[in-house]
Structure formats: C-alpha cells, structure tokens
C-alpha cells in the first residue's frame, strides 16, 4: 500500500482519528455510507449511522476491519447523524466520543466506553453535558488530564452557539462575517472521561501580529476538524479551513492556548471536506486524512489515506514527501 492509496476499500471511511494502543495502530473514521439525499450546506448527505474500528501493525501493512463498534440504534439520545468520531484511553478503559443529532436536531457529543480499543462500545445514556457541535478530539496529558476539543461551523452549528445558547436564527449566517473568526471549543475532562469539568473556552489562534486570526481569513482560520498532539513539549492544535480546504496548524506552550498560527500541513484535496488526525508510531510521524478518490469525487463517499510528516528544527511540519496535483 502507497501512502496514496486507501487504507481500505472494502467501505467508506472518512475522518480518521488514529491512536496507537498496545503497540498497534488504530484507526476510528467515521463510515459514509451512500444516500439519495442531495448535497446541501446542512450536509445531510454525510447520513453515516454506525462506526467501525481498524488497525494495523505496520503503515502498509495489512489493515483488520473489526467490525461495527457502535451503532445510531444503540444510543438512546440520537436521532441521525454518527458524524467524525475520536478515542482515547484512560485507567485502562477505551472510551469513543462521537457528534450525533439529538432528538431535537441538535449536534452534541456523546461518549461510549469499551474494555478493549476495538470495542464494541457501550454508550452512555446521555450526551455529555455542556457539550454542542461536532468533530470531537480528544487530548490525555502527561499529567493525565484529558481534554475534549471540538466544533465545526456551518453544518455543525458553531455559528448557533455564539450566545452560549442554541440560537436557530443563527443558522443561516452559517460563520462570522466581521471581526474574530469564530473559535474551536476546549474543556477539561472527568477523570471517568465522561463529563467536562471546566468551562468550555475558545481555542483562540493568533496571526504574526499576536492578534486573533479574523472571520475574513478564510485560508487561515478554523472551519472544523480540531485535533491535537505534542511534539517536544509544544502542543500542536490542527485544523480544517473548510471552505478553502486547507489542513492547518498552530502551536502553543499550554493545550488551551492561545494558540500561534504556524501554517499548512495539507493542500486541498478531491472532494470537498478534509479532516485529519496526526500521530507517532514506531518511531515516524504520520496525517491520516480523506479524499473523494475511491468514490470518484462523490463528497459523501469518502476514503481515508496516510502521509508521513515531518519536523524542521523550529517544529514546523510538513510533509515527508510532496503533494500530488489534485
């Protein structure tokens, strides 16, 4: 398998959170499945409804589908929607955070807890409280505190949440059309991993100037798909720019922030989501990301890829190897 390929091809996956556990890669994508429903800024299309769970021993290597490791009919508190999904491990349990509609049409996170990484997942009866939006990441320390980043505008209601209430009317403004850009969210999470124990707080990032990056910078500012890793004692928040479709990045001394813009990580790809993760294993770096190729440019059928990465001597990433021309 070329890092240009897909890590599977039998489904597809998208929005890949990669983690290594017990010496092991895995992989927790969300699984796009194909619809009728018509492309629209809500992204009904994205109609995913059940989460598998791969992993591999070796980048290239064999792939091993576990299976279905959580389903929309098992979660009492969702109506539709398993959008991107994260883990993460924590006093020997596995525990999925997942965005899903609730009964109202709300995006919130919700939260299942496994005894082994594969699952299967047992979800809590409830959303985690406190929580709105989508795109879930999750952070454990080295001090053992973990933390749930999440929130995408647009179709993941960012936009609705600017009072600290859910504001319908907000909707169709879809982002920011004036000063700071709109931020990721941040909070602390429980020791069971099950609740927040802080605020939710912005993940504020700055430009050269320290000032935040404003809602007009759309090749720079946050759109969805926060993740965050370590390197050398920095913490490294990644990003999507949505609608300019880049993958970014910016660094920091603390994991709440705020945060300085260090630049791209990824160039546009096919199709018209890019979301990511970013993570160490056997001694490389690698982006686990998706692209349209398998579907044939289909926004909603997507596949996830790998890239190798790498750091300069300031930690500036980039990629081991150029991009292709899409």
């Not at 009964?103 to 929580?131: L, W, Y």
């Not at 980043?149 to 600017?162: D, E, R, T």
């Not at 398998?294 to 890829?305: A, D």
């Not at 500036?316 to 190897?321: C, G, T, V």
Request: glycine share 8%.
């Amino acid at each position: 398998m070329a890092d240009k390929d897909p890590i599977v091809t039998h489904v597809f996956t998208a929005d890949p959170s990669a983690h290594v556990f017990n010496g092991k890669l895995y992989v927790y994508p969300s699984h796009d499945r194909e619809t009728d429903i018509k492309d629209n800024d809500n992204g009904d299309q994205y109609d995913m409804n059940d989460y598998h769970v791969f992993s591999m021993d070796s980048v290239g290597g064999p792939v091993t589908d576990h299976g279905v490791a959580l389903k929309q009919e098992d979660i009492p508190w969702v109506s539709k929607q398993l959008w991107a999904p994260d883990a993460a491990e924590k006093n020997g349990k596995y525990y999925l955070f997942f965005p899903a509609r609730d009964k109202e049409g709300i995006f919130r996170v919700g939260v299942a807890v496994a005894d082994k990484p594969e699952g299967p997942f047992a979800p809590e009866p409830e959303p985690i409280k406190g929580s709105f939006s989508i795109d879930p990441a999750t952070f454990v320390d080295d001090d053992g505190q973990a933390y749930l980043y999440f929130g995408g505008i647009w179709g993941g209601q960012l936009q609705c949440w600017s009072t600290g209430k859910f504001v319908q009317e907000n909707y169709s403004k879809m982002e920011a059309q004036e000063g700071p850009a709109l931020c990721a969210k941040v909070a602390k999470l429980s020791e069971d991993m099950t609740s927040l124990t802080s605020d939710v707080q912005d993940v504020v990032i700055l430009d050269e100037e320290g000032k935040p990056l404003l809602s007009s910078d759309h090749d720079r500012r946050f759109f969805e798909a926060a993740w965050m890793h370590k390197y050398k004692g920095k913490y490294y928040f990644s990003y999507s720019t949505g609608d300019t479709h880049f993958l970014c990045y910016a660094t920091s001394d603390s994991p709440l922030g705020p945060f300085q813009y260090g630049g791209r990580i990824l160039e546009p790809v096919i199709g018209w989501t890019t979301h990511h993760s970013i993570v160490e294993f056997k001694g490389k770096w690698y982006l686990f990301y998706h692209d349209t190729s398998l579907s044939g440019g289909v926004n909603h059928l997507r596949c996830v890829k790998i890239r190798e990465i790498v750091y300069d001597e300031q930690g500036k990433i980039s990629l081991a190897e150029p991009q292709p021309k899409v």
